[in-house]
């Protein structure tokens, strides 16, 4: 057969086969997941519990269903810590939360993950790639009326929780006001793009071909190197966090209209909501890494995780960071002193 047959053919296939639609909202999902996996491997340094930034796991006696109060009994309380405030996460895939008193909450929501919380409501992504939010206190009632009906491609809520941002499947880029509960920002961004954080001065968007802080009118461009493009970024107030490789991230102040260095850490780096620290999982070997934070001065280790293999770290506000490793949560106070939570399963911090 000639390639003029062939080609022939092919086409012949190709009019008589009729492709089926896709499906934007479950591949703009599985483009999430994959991009929560690479980044979680970061973490891990080639450990594959790294992944465990996706979640899965059960607490308790969590029954999934209606928002329920789960009282914690399997972890020793000589062992368990405790949370000053309200945290989130999820377990197995659903939408968790563990208050002061040590219940766990099972908020009746398969989530693909937390964007984040303020002091009276909590952002996350369901299952279908929509926003969805609810009160931050039992029994966690839906609030209606989120800021957009539409799925999502990437989203992202700012650390002081003022504004929240989000790609939509049709290329927009959109900032929402939450305080003045209206949208203030639209702008059309490269098709690879990506939300990686969200402040008062513009959107912080990640794609292949870089990564700027962007308004409608342009924006600030930030140097990356490294094989994480980008991704792996956050912004607070005039600082911005990118993380570039396994081993290495660097902190950029943006106060005077241009990226300018700060510092370069020996690991993955992650904002504190005012920008005030920066936590750090720094690599020690294929197996091993340990947290450290930093506050403007030098790196300080936290205490507590000996013989933890940290996998994800979050702020849950300036003074606690939450760390995940081996099917366990823990919280650090503002003296970096660590403890578990009662909490037991794979835990996913991060939308």
């Known amino acids: 057969m000639s390639t003029t047959e062939i080609r022939e053919a092919l086409l012949a296939i190709e009019r008589a086969v009729e492709a089926p639609p896709v499906d934007h909202v479950a591949f703009q999902a599985r483009?999430?997941?994959?991009?929560?996996?690479?980044?979680?491997?970061?973490?891990?340094?080639?450990v594959a519990a790294a992944a465990a930034v996706v979640t899965a796991g059960i607490a308790g006696n969590a029954v999934f269903g209606d928002p329920s109060n789960t009282p914690i009994a399997n972890t020793p309380a000589e062992t368990a810590t405790s949370v000053s405030r309200t945290v989130f996460?999820?377990?197995?895939?659903?939408?968790?939360?563990l208050d002061p008193q040590g219940v766990v909450h099972d908020l009746g929501q398969y989530s693909e993950g937390v964007i984040g919380w303020t002091e009276d409501r909590i952002y996350a992504l369901d299952d279908d790639s929509q926003i969805r939010v609810r009160r931050a206190e039992p029994p966690f009632d839906i609030v209606p009326g989120a800021p957009t009906p539409?799925?999502?491609?990437?989203?992202?809520?700012?650390?002081?929780?003022?504004?929240?941002?989000?790609?939509?499947?049709?290329?927009?880029?959109?900032?929402?006001?939450?305080?003045?509960?209206?949208?203030?920002?639209?702008?059309?961004?490269a098709q690879d793009s990506f939300v990686a954080g969200v402040s008062a001065d513009g959107v912080l968007?990640?794609?292949?071909?870089?990564?700027?802080?962007?308004?409608?009118?342009?924006?600030?461009?930030?140097?990356?190197?490294?094989d994480l493009d980008g991704w792996a970024s956050d912004v607070a107030r005039d600082l911005v966090?990118?993380?570039?490789?396994?081993?290495?991230?660097?902190?950029?102040?943006?106060s005077e209209g241009s990226a300018q260095l700060v510092e370069t850490f020996p690991g993955s780096a992650v904002l504190g909501p005012y920008a005030e620290r920066v936590a750090v999982i720094v690599p020690e070997s294929a197996d091993r890494a340990r947290v450290e934070v930093w506050d403007g001065g030098t790196l300080m280790p936290v205490s507590g995780l000996d013989g933890v293999i940290p996998t994800?770290?979050?702020?849950?506000?300036?003074a606690t960071l939450l760390v995940t490793g081996r099917d366990a949560l823990y919280a650090c106070d503002i003296e970096l002193k660590c403890g578990r939570l009662p909490v037991d399963g794979d835990v996913g911090l991060n939308e």
């Open 241 to 254: 966090v990118v993380n570039e490789s396994l081993d290495r991230s660097r902190l950029y102040d943006l």
């Open 31 to 46: 483009v999430r997941a994959e991009r929560r996996r690479r980044n979680a491997g970061r973490a891990l340094v080639g």
């Open 312 to 318: 994800a770290v979050r702020w849950a506000d300036e």
């Open 89 to 97: 996460f999820t377990l197995d895939n659903r939408l968790t939360a």
């Open 205 to 226: 968007v990640a794609s292949r071909s870089g990564i700027s802080l962007r308004d409608a009118a342009g924006g600030v461009a930030i140097p990356v190197q490294g």
């Open 150 to 189: 539409d799925p999502v491609q990437s989203v992202a809520l700012s650390g002081d929780g003022r504004y929240l941002a989000w790609l939509g499947l049709d290329g927009m880029m959109h900032r929402y006001d939450l305080e003045a509960d209206r949208e203030d920002m639209e702008f059309s961004v």
